[in-house]
């Protein structure tokens, strides 16, 4: 008896323990992680629109494929129609991939690393690293030209060529055309994820931290280069981390006159203390200061310069100037032309924002609606952070109605954007990537209307606060991807602050300059201004000595902002109409992950992410696309809409396991009980 009752005992533990570990298992995701393939390329098709017919995806290679085969194998994996009848004598011709409705002269073009292809789909071998891209065009090719440069850790240029893609190729086709006309082997992997990877170019020597940064047009480049589609007069620069004159990255030991080092000599050399001259103190800022300013900009600057973007119309609209029916039109005609269809979620939103600004109706815009675009984009978080935050800014401009169905309504957005939040306070673009002072900033704006909720204002705090330790003793922000301490970014902080309602020049924000001797205090306005040309515009780097015409754009903004600031005004520059709806985001949900559209993580830059790589951070960057609300992050199996493949363990499965198991468990228990009463 005594045998059987410990038996039982000893079935019972063994029963509960084994449910207890199902039970935490189930509730611990088992996380896959993304690998770089051993030999992979990527692959697309995109209509004569631009629009993805098959998005861009990742693709293991087998040996002696061809791009036929590759093509064939995905549409068939993701359900996409191919119409590609086998000829006896030249092989497979592609009629149409997906359901397009081809126009008139134009047919299905292969595109191999940015060049049209010179033999059939059939015909080409894929090799690992390849870029793919099917798409709708007639003959000639219409093309764009790209300089391509690669700059290592002594400034030496390992790259530097003007190549002409294939129009619609991507950033990276244009880097391998770039190095295979200049016969520099450019090494880079496909990731299952993230897509292409600059691993070396040339012979260039790598030291353990060292990686290849991407700039576009002077700007870090907040997105993956497979992602990005250039534009003519596009300039890629690839940049390693410099490095001193030997190159070793390290400080030598001070000379002491005796070979040896300081701390070892037995009559150390006394290091020469500075004598640094007293800076002065930067000229006051007042109402007539910004004012004046604000009126040189647009009445000089952009006077000559025209408006080149959306968000200089945004500007400008808010100056008071009236917009020239040339932009008007020239939007019509490519809205009629693009059949209103945009890549990217951030395209949709800067046009929104412009509209609004011109008091021009966005639901309503040459037979489309424009606002439905974002709420309902399946590529909202494709461009990380900042596609989120533009969305809610955009739709708040006009006040905009967002039905409760909507795939992304005001509370999903806020709710998304509370959940990305660092422990440090600070806003990244990507997943796995640092923070990022403009991103973070952006964001503040995009919170502004909703900080009466607790959850939204202690996140706008801490916010802050992070964002004031990362500024500098000059009253910026350096940052290497920037190129240095950029004035896009001071312009982004002075925009997030006064939209929650933090004076750029108060105590908080105006530093005192390290230097002993210096009595220079300096604040964000103060600091802008410093940035300020003779013509009216704005430099992106003080060391440019030119102005910039991105710079500009955001300094005439943050300029406006702060002036409203000062005028007691709305908060957000942004706001073209107060809003009237209540959004509640509940306190007790802000910890939990938004149950809205999968996000997408998007690629960083070209930076090394854990287990993969890029994005980089968008983003969220010196002239930073993300000021705009224009980087074009991309996700690999997600681009397009595309779902992610589930990486965690399923949930719902282990929970019935461990039910099954309690009900295995409690009938052994039952039908040994029975038994040792019967004996």
Same mark, same amino acid.
């Given at each position: ?59 293991? $290679? ?86 391509? #440069? ?18 619609? #190729?991507?950033? %990276? ?27 070396? $170019? ?28 250039? /534009? ?74 025209? $408006? ?33 269809? %945009?890549?990217?979620?951030?395209? %949709? ?23 439905? /675009? ?25 006040? %905009?109605? $967002? ?53 939204? /204002? #202690? ?30 970014? &001071? ?25 002993? #001797? ?34 500009? &754009? ?126």
């Amino acid at each position: 008896m005594n045998k059987q009752y410990l038996s039982q005992r000893f079935i019972a533990i063994f029963m509960i323990m084994l449910l207890a570990i199902f039970q935490v298992v189930s509730f611990t995701p088992q996380n896959v992680e993304a690998a770089s393939l051993e030999n992979g390329a990527t692959i697309s098709a995109v209509d004569h629109n631009g629009e993805a017919v098959l998005p861009l995806t990742a693709v293991n $290679i087998k040996e002696g494929q061809t791009a036929y085969d590759v093509l064939k194998e995905i549409t068939e994996a993701k359900d996409i129609p191919l119409d590609a009848p086998i000829d006896p004598t030249y092989g497979p011709f592609i009629n149409n991939i997906g359901n397009v409705t081809l126009p008139a002269g134009q047919y299905w073009t292969l595109s191999i690393n940015g060049e049209p292809a010179t033999v059939g789909a059939d015909g080409y071998s894929v090799k690992n690293g390849d870029s793919l891209l099917f798409k709708v065009s007639g003959y000639p090719y219409e093309q764009v030209d790209v300089t391509v #440069s690669a700059i290592d850790q002594k400034g030496n240029k390992i790259l530097d060529e003007t190549v002409s893609v294939f129009k619609g #190729s991507s950033g %990276y086709d244009a880097v391998k055309l770039a190095g295979k006309l200049a016969n520099v082997e450019v090494d880079a992997s496909i990731d299952s994820t993230w897509f292409a990877f600059i691993n070396n $170019i040339g012979n260039t020597e790598l030291g353990e931290t060292d990686y290849w940064s991407v700039n576009l047009n002077g700007i870090s480049m907040m997105e993956g280069l497979s992602s990005y589609i250039p /534009k003519s007069g596009d300039h890629i620069e690839l940049r390693l981390p410099k490095v001193d004159d030997e190159g070793s990255g390290e400080e030598e030991e001070p000379d002491t006159g005796n070979g040896l080092p300081e701390e070892e000599s037995p009559n150390p050399t006394p290091t020469p203390e500075p004598n640094p001259e007293p800076q002065p103190e930067a000229d006051p800022v007042t109402k007539e200061t910004v004012n004046a300013t604000i009126n040189h900009l647009a009445d000089k600057y952009f006077t000559t310069n025209g $408006i080149q973007d959306h968000m200089t119309a945004v500007a400008l609209n808010i100056v008071g100037d009236e917009l020239p029916k040339s932009y008007i039109e020239e939007l019509k005609k490519e809205i009629i032309d693009r059949d209103g269809v %945009y890549r990217n979620v951030t395209d %949709y939103e800067k046009i929104v924002l412009s509209l609004t600004s011109a008091n021009v109706d966005a639901k309503s815009f040459v037979g489309y609606d424009l606002v439905e /675009k974002i709420y309902n984009n399946e590529r909202m978080t494709i461009q990380g952070n900042n596609g989120v935050a533009y969305a809610l800014i955009a739709l708040d401009s006009g006040n %905009y109605e $967002i039905p409760s169905n909507a795939k992304w309504t005001r509370e999903a957005l806020v709710k998304y954007l509370l959940n990305e939040q660092l422990e440090s306070g600070g806003w990244s673009l990507a997943p796995n990537s640092k923070e990022s002072i403009d991103i973070t900033a952006m964001i503040l704006t995009a919170l502004a209307p909703y900080q009466d909720q607790e959850n939204v /204002k #202690s996140a706008i705090n801490k916010a802050v606060e992070w964002i004031a330790n990362e500024q500098d003793n000059d009253g910026g922000f350096s940052d290497e991807y920037n190129g240095g301490d950029a004035s896009e970014t &001071t312009a982004q902080v002075i925009i997030g602050l006064t939209a929650v309602g933090v004076d750029p020049t108060g105590e908080q924000f105006t530093k005192q300059s390290t230097v002993e #001797s210096a009595s220079n205090h300096i604040n964000l306005i103060q600091h802008l201004l410093t940035f300020k040309q003779e013509d009216g515009g704005f430099a992106h780097l003080l060391a440019d000595n030119e102005s910039d015409y991105m710079a500009s &754009t955001q300094a005439l903004l943050a300029l406006l902002a702060y002036q409203d600031y000062l005028n007691e005004g709305k908060s957000s520059i942004y706001q073209f109409s107060q809003p009237d709806t209540e959004v509640v985001v509940p306190e007790e949900d802000s910890d939990n992950k938004v149950e809205t559209p999968a996000p997408e993580a998007p690629v960083e830059n070209n930076k090394p992410v854990p287990a993969t790589d890029n994005e980089a951070s968008n983003t969220d960057n010196s002239k930073v696309n993300q000021n705009e609300g224009n980087s074009n992050v991309e996700l690999s199996q997600k681009a397009e809409g595309h779902q992610l493949p589930n990486t965690a363990t399923p949930l719902y499965n282990l929970i019935v396991i461990g039910v099954v198991i309690a009900v295995i468990g409690t009938a052994v228990l039952i039908y040994t009980r029975r038994r040792s009463q019967n004996a």
